[in-house]
Antibody
């Protein structure tokens, strides 16, 4: 059973870069035709897709965040990561990573990690 | 792209059926048969309940079903149980390699 788990700092200062890592277990991120994604949820609000990366390295981003987002794979550690630059309080949210056999859905989710943007 | 439109809340008594709508446009829900639905309990990560409009992943109860008509997708939960009380989100492909979620619906089991 594929499992994913988010990790990273819970507090980031405004204007700095948010960096999170998702550790995958149960399969190799580079050997299967999986899409790996990031989604976020501001406190008390709904879900927002941030972006996805294919096992080959192709990336797809939400147009509203594209200028600030980078998603990448680290095959040596079986991890993928999210970097969001120039953060503001509006980026405070629970960030979820996911893995899926299709671009159009999210099969396996992590438990999420809360990132607060504050000085 | 704009978020898909869902009712803020729905409710039903145990054993009853409820339907949650997810309204988009001809550029997203209406053009692609890939709507997915997620269940989220408080403090937990979302769980995939329906994909490609009407397919259930292994392990999901057959009390959950999905359908689509025009620009609106729907999730029906039959035989309501207390454990179904949760937030539900729809998601659709919106073209140009983008995905969009609905605003979410809180299901209350009375």
């Amino acid at each position: 059973q594929l499992q994913v788990q988010e990790s990273g700092p819970g507090l980031v200062k405004p204007s700095e870069t948010l960096s999170l890592t998702c550790t995958v277990s149960g399969d190799s991120i580079s050997s299967s035709s999986y899409y790996w994604g990031w989604t976020r949820q501001p406190p008390g609000k709904g879900l927002e897709w941030i972006g996805s990366i294919y096992y080959s390295g192709s990336t797809y981003y939400n147009p509203s965040l594209k200028s600030r987002v980078t998603i990448s794979l680290d095959t040596s550690k079986n991890q993928f990561s999210l970097k969001l630059s120039s953060v503001t309080a509006a980026d405070t949210a629970v960030y979820y990573c996911s893995g899926s056999g299709s671009y159009y859905r999210f099969d396996h989710w992590g438990q999420g990690t809360l990132v607060t943007v504050s000085s | 792209q704009s978020a898909l439109t869902q009712p803020a809340s729905v409710s039903g008594s145990p054993g009853q059926s409820i339907t949650i709508s997810c309204t988009g446009t001809s550029s997203d829900v209406g053009s692609y048969n890939v709507v997915s639905w997620y269940q989220q309990h408080p403090g937990k990560g979302p769980k995939l309940m329906i994909y490609e409009g009407s397919k259930r992943p292994s392990g999901v109860s057959n009390r959950f079903s999905g359908s689509k008509s025009g620009n609106t997708a729907s999730l029906t939960v039959s035989g309501l149980q207390a454990e179904d009380e949760a937030d539900y989100y729809c998601c659709s492909y919106a073209g140009s390699n983008t995905l969009v979620f609905g605003g979410g619906t809180k299901l209350t089991v009375l």
